[in-house]
Nanobody
């Protein structure tokens, strides 16, 4: 059984940077991803990282967010810079046993979420 635990959220000002972490236990999924859900909106895909280091980003975060992995610690990170108020959301870590990343992949494992709030 895979368990995912996010950390690193918080309240920051516009333009700030923040790093989210997702620690995996059990076994590490082949694809790891980040999703977010803002109040009153549907959950949306943010970024994914495959077992062979393929990355996929939603357009609104390209150039600002970077997904990376520390294999030794079974941890995936989401490095966020130039944060905007519209980035405010609960960020969820997700894992898949598949081989392709992106928003259409079926993600079977989910963390509990961490809140990111960007003030203007």
């Amino acid at each position: 059984q895979v368990q995912l635990v996010e950390s690193g959220g918080g309240l920051v000002q516009t333009g700030a940077s923040l790093r989210l972490s997702c620690a995996a236990s059990g076994r590490s999924p082949t694809v790891m991803a980040w999703f977010r859900q803002a109040p009153g909106k549907e959950r949306e895909f943010v970024a994914s990282l495959t077992w062979n280091d393929g990355t996929y980003y939603t357009d609104s975060v390209k150039g600002r967010f970077t997904i990376s992995r520390d294999n030794a610690n079974y941890t995936v990170y989401l490095h966020m810079k130039s944060l905007k108020p519209e980035d405010t959301a609960v960020y969820y870590c997700a894992g898949s046993s598949g081989f392709l990343g992106g928003p259409s992949t079926q993600y079977d494992y989910w963390g509990q979420g961490t809140q990111v709030t960007v003030s203007s």
